[in-house]
């Protein structure tokens, strides 16, 4: 199993020649998904799989939101780059100040992290099965949501980053 990081909640007042193209989410010659249309996969299930476990605790699905998707991504890249684990990066940037720093204005936000799940239902079942991760997921007053994952030796990096506008 991988690293799980506690769940924290906050409230707040050129071109190639057409023949070596290839299609799109696919690499050039190997027909291997490129990194980002993994990514993308990636990302898509764990939205579905929160906003499934959601609806069934009672909730409103979670609307993704490309500013918390950012946050999270540049979280889980950061982890993985310079070879950390934690809510509050070596710069001491906290959950709040990379959502704010991403143009997210809100009143509520929360951010689960994880890292050696190989896929995305694992990661799930990690965060499901910790209180403060499954609070967060589950937590009715958060509207939206943004995932990160970062591929590499050690990782992938999981981040979700939720988040309320009032």
């Known amino acids: 199993m991988g690293a799980l990081g506690a769940g924290t ?10 023949s070596a193209r290839a299609a799109p989410g696919r690499a050039a010659h190997t027909g291997f998904p490129t990194v980002g249309a993994r990514r993308a996969r990636y990302v898509r299930h764990i939205i ?7 609806v069934h605790h009672g909730c409103a699905p979670l609307r993704f939101n490309k ?19 934690d ?42 099965s910790s209180p403060g991760h499954r609070g967060n997921i589950l937590d009715c007053d958060f509207q939206e949501l943004g995932v990160g994952v970062e591929f590499g030796a050690g ?12």
């Open 155 to 166: 990782g992938p990096w999981w981040t979700q980053n939720f988040g309320s506008r009032g």
């Open 9 to 18: 909640a906050s409230a707040a007042p050129t071109s190639a020649p057409d």
């Open 48 to 54: 579905r799989t929160v906003n499934i476990a959601r």
């Open 87 to 128: 809510h509050v990066n070596p710069d001491g940037a906290e959950p709040e100040d990379r959502i704010t720093a991403v143009g997210y204005e809100w009143t509520a936000s929360g951010e689960n992290i994880a890292s050696g799940q190989a896929t995305p239902s694992a990661v799930m079942r990690t965060w499901m």
């Open 67 to 85: 500013a918390l998707q950012k946050a999270a991504q540049r979280h889980s890249a950061d982890m993985e780059q310079r070879g950390f684990f």
